[in-house]
């Protein structure tokens, strides 16, 4: 009797500790770096006004955007007023200068009177706006007009600013094509979580997807395969001779400038990549004389491996032409960063080609492994001289890095600690953490994908610095981390979707808030509030992991 009093009375401790305070259910993903909740609410009504300096164009911009967003859901006008002429009743914005809340932290006040947003410029003030909106009903998201909302806030006041620089998000356009209007979506879905840069797979074995003027059959041939849709990626039946490519698609440079421009407006950063040596075949489809034996290749209807058709590192009219798709790719993507892929190249035909093995002599490299890095070292070489960095796939450490090169770590996270001990800059992306192909839950019960298994709750435990691995000074190169979404297995738009959220909250917590904040029940409950926005958004999103 006693023993189970005393259990009952453990319990109840246990309980009382494992409850939420009302901080840790405010409904902002990812968590701010420090919240406090003060007495009473703001109420938006038919009077309230959004006021800023009308001289400060930052403010200006992001003041608009949020006007347009606010107008819509609640029907009110959300007049603009100049900051000096207000008498409370608004939502204002100030330009600060804050040092430690950097280019992307924002303080926001909310008291009975009024909303205040302070940031040093216009990334703090969208970020703040981000919080802002979360914060308010789920219906604020709306596109229409809904009726009937209480537009309560809670009084507080928030600083908040991001652990990492690199936020990132990946998509895969080649395995399957995703329209232009989706990629929009992807970016605004980015946007409300806070992840800055888009990592953009342009090319592959399957498709071209950018293009490109000078190489106009990168396109006509490279952006179109066999349409195998009805088989399993892994077992396609090869084109028949003649048999029509009608499966694909590509954007057009208007399309991308259109994109850049809205990722822009959004705070994000696209980082566009180009496969190089492997996964390259769509390219040597549409111009065989770049890869080692001529051709002639098909565009790959489906899995392609070994990937041994690969440029050819011995043929100087391969870097030229890689040169040249580069310098157009460049002038599209304003970023410092162009992603060259790097990863997967088999080297038999390297092994067998005489311009490949007349180059290993000539640059005296000890082996393939080799030629691939002077590969690299070439193209970066390239690169610099256009003002742009090099960021590729692990692989990119075998046989020497190049000198300023920027390593993505997707096999775990030991190259990049490598990298990052030998003094380059990494960004995380362990495939256990960070693959949103895998599943997400019983492949008996949820939709096929690339095998794997990723539950919301593991990618919650990711953090982009393993604990005790590096040194303060090696810390520094660790930019951030990212998530990937590869699309074998994901042929529509609503797939992506479920795909990508709610993982992309958790990751979005683990590279913005401290780790010493994160706390899962915390995040499940707010998740659970979460998708009520993404519901209000029409955003499909996979249900399996919100109960525990
Ligand atoms: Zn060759």
Redesign the pocket.
């Known amino acids: 009797m006693k023993r189970s009093l005393i259990f009952i009375f453990l319990l109840t401790i246990l309980l009382g500790c494992a409850r939420l305070t009302e901080v840790q259910k405010l409904p902002v993903v990812p968590f701010p770096s420090n919240v406090e909740t003060t007495e009473g609410s703001f109420l938006l009504n038919a009077q309230t006004q959004i006021a800023y300096h009308f001289e400060n164009k930052e403010e200006g911009r992001i003041a608009n955007y949020l006007g347009e967003k606010l107008r819509a859901s609640t029907g009110f006008p959300f007049q603009f007023v100049n900051i000096e002429d207000t008498k409370g009743n608004c939502i204002s914005f100030n330009h600060i200068k804050d040092e430690q809340l950097g280019k992307e932290g924002y303080e926001l006040t909310i008291n009975p009177n009024n909303v205040m947003i302070e940031a040093n410029g216009d990334a703090g003030f969208f970020y703040g706006v981000q919080t802002l909106l979360q914060i308010l009903p789920p219906e604020i998201f709306s596109p229409t007009k809904v009726n009937g909302v209480n537009w309560s806030l809670p009084c507080l006041h928030i600083r908040d600013y991001p652990k990492y620089k690199w936020r990132g998000m990946h998509f895969d356009v080649v395995r399957h094509f995703f329209p232009k209007e989706f990629i929009k979506t992807y970016l605004d879905i980015l946007a409300m979580h806070k992840i800055n840069v888009f990592h953009w797979h342009l090319t592959d074995d399957q498709g071209w997807r950018i293009e490109i003027k000078k190489y106009p059959k990168l396109t006509s041939v490279g952006a179109w395969r066999v349409d195998r849709e009805y088989q399993d990626w892994t077992h396609r039946d090869p084109p028949k001779p003649g048999e029509k490519a009608a499966y694909g698609g590509y954007y057009t440079q208007e399309d991308i400038k259109e994109i850049v421009e809205y990722a822009k407006e959004r705070f994000i950063t696209i980082v566009p990549e180009i496969e190089m040596p492997a996964h390259s075949l769509a390219a040597l489809a549409s111009y065989p004389q770049f ?2 034996t001529g051709g002639p290749f098909n565009v790959a209807v489906g899995s392609y491996w070994p990937i041994t058709n690969i440029f ?4 100087d009219s391969t870097f030229i032409f890689l040169q040249n798709v580069l310098d157009e790719v460049i002038k599209l993507f304003p970023g410092r960063y162009i992603h060259v892929g790097g990863d997967e190249a088999n080297k038999t ?2 092994e067998k ?4 093995q007349a ?1 290993i002599k000539s640059e005296h490299l000890k082996d393939e492994a080799e030629l691939q890095s002077y590969f690299m070292k070439r193209i970066e070489k390239y690169l610099i001289s256009k003002g742009k960095k090099l960021i590729g796939w692990d692989e990119i450490l075998e046989g020497g890095l190049a000198p300023e090169a920027t390593v993505m770590s997707w096999r775990g996270m030991n190259g990049g600690i490598e990298a990052a001990r030998s003094g380059h800059d990494v960004v995380m992306t362990p495939t256990d953490y960070c693959y949103f192909d895998y599943y997400q839950g019983d492949p008996e019960t949820e939709p096929p994908a690339i095998g794997g298994n990723l539950p919301l709750k593991k990618v919650y435990s990711f953090e982009p610095i393993p604990e005790d691995s590096l040194t303060e000074e090696q810390y520094k190169h660790i930019l951030g981390g990212q998530a990937n979404l590869w699309t074998e297995y994901v042929p529509t738009p609503s797939h992506a979707e479920y795909m990508l959220l709610p993982r992309l909250a958790a990751l979005a917590e683990d590279v913005w808030t401290p780790s010493e904040l994160k706390n899962y029940k915390s995040f499940l409950f707010r998740v659970n509030e979460l998708v009520k926005k993404y519901e209000t958004l029409g955003w499909n999103y996979c249900k399996t992991n919100l109960d525990d």
């Open positions: 890869s080692c050819c590192a011995g043929n035909e390297w080609c005489p311009k490949c180059r």
